[in-house]
Antibody, heavy 120, light 108 residues
Framework: QVQLVESGGGVVQPGGSLRLSCSAS????????IHWVRQAPGKGLEWVAF????????HYADSVEGRFSISTDNSKNTMYLQMNSLRAEDTAVYYC?????????????WGQGTLVTVSS | EVVLTQSPATLSLSPGERATLSCRAS??????LSWYQQKPGQTPRLLIY???IRATGVPARFSGSGSGTDFTLTISSLEPEDFAVYYC??????????FGGGTKVEIK
């Protein structure tokens, strides 16, 4: 069955970097777009980034543009979110989510999330 | 950016009652709206996509309606497991994809 497993979260100082991983099983990431969505503690959902199934298109929220970078390794069926210049407001649970179809902008499967805490 | 406004913020109901949740878009989004359910400490779950289509495995008591700017999620008879936070989300114009602020359905 479809499964997404995030890893790489942790505590980092402001200005620091982290790389999150999202390992997929039960489907091929070369056939579906993948999104990252985050949720600050006690808050709602915020879309962060997207990579098209063939890697030809990437999109980012304004709040992370220029600081975050999304990529994939199809051989490992894994996608990554490189987060640089982290700020306190980036503190959140980060979910990877599979596009429902191709490069659609809705999500039918989500990972369990990984917590990123930006604090000195 | 399409802004989604959900109302009410909190809905206090008893099991067996009907729940009606609203989501209003700042511009027309046709039927490109999804609904997600999130229980405490859990991952969001897709309930409805394209405004009215139930996702795989979603019980028939959940229904979605609307088009343009006004959308509704209805739970016909609340079960104990339905008490959760519900989010709407649009995909007609992106980036960015946007979510509503959520409606919490709590036990009265």
């Amino acid at each position: 069955q479809v499964q997404l497993v995030e890893s790489g979260g942790g505590v980092v100082q402001p200005g620091g970097s982290l790389r999150l991983s999202c390992s997929a099983s039960g489907f091929s990431i070369s056939n579906y777009g993948i999104h990252w969505v985050r949720q600050a503690p006690g808050k709602g959902l915020e879309w962060v980034a997207f990579i098209r199934y063939d890697g030809s298109r990437k999109h980012y929220a304004d709040s992370v543009e220029g600081r975050f970078s999304i990529s994939t390794d199809n051989s490992k069926n894994t996608m990554y979110l490189q987060m640089n210049s982290l700020r306190a407001e980036d503190t959140a649970v980060y979910y990877c989510a599979k596009a429902r179809l191709l490069d659609y902008g809705d999500f039918d499967y989500w990972g369990q999330g990984t917590l990123v805490t930006v604090s000195s | 950016e399409v802004v989604l406004t959900q109302s009410p913020a909190t809905l206090s109901l008893s099991p067996g009652e009907r729940a009606t949740l609203s989501c209003r878009a700042s511009q027309s989004i046709s039927n490109y709206l999804s609904w997600y359910q999130q229980k405490p400490g859990q991952t969001p779950r897709l309930l409805i996509y394209d405004a009215s289509i139930r996702a795989t495995g979603v019980p028939a008591r959940f229904s979605g309606s609307g088009s343009g700017t006004d959308f509704t999620l209805t739970i016909s008879s609340l079960e104990p497991e339905d008490f959760a936070v519900y989010y709407c989300q649009q995909r007609v114009t992106w980036p960015p994809l946007t979510f509503g602020g959520g409606t919490k359905v709590e036990i009265k």
